[in-house]
């Protein structure tokens, strides 16, 4: 009885582990701007076993968070602007430099 309690519970979740990321490398740079403009906030692939989280804008941030410019390669563009990634300032960040 145990063990058919512990399927049941364990069963829900094995899709969920199945999933893959997104992967720019297999989108046009178009696609991949706009995988990250549909979903406002998105883990995509970069290539390999890289990721990253994009982001639209910074309502998609931490509110101690800021935006700076991401770019990942895409199938047809190796340098594409995507969104932005967001990030916490340090000391050592001057306003400007994000």
Do not use: H
């Not at 899709?15 to 990250?36: K, N």
């Not at 563009?77 to 001057?94: H, I, K, L, M, Q």
């Amino acid at each position: 009885m145990r063990r058919l309690l512990a399927l049941a519970l364990i069963l829900p979740a094995l899709p969920a582990l199945a999933q893959t990321r997104p992967d720019t490398t297999a989108m046009s740079c178009g696609q991949a701007r706009g995988t990250v403009a549909r979903a406002g906030g998105i883990v995509l692939g970069t290539g390999g076993p890289t990721y990253d989280r994009f982001v639209r804008d910074r309502r998609f941030c931490e509110p101690t968070e800021f935006t700076k410019a991401a770019f990942a390669p895409t199938r047809d563009n190796p340098r594409c602007f995507v969104g932005y990634t967001c990030f916490e300032p340090g000391a050592s960040d001057w306003p400007g430099d994000y």
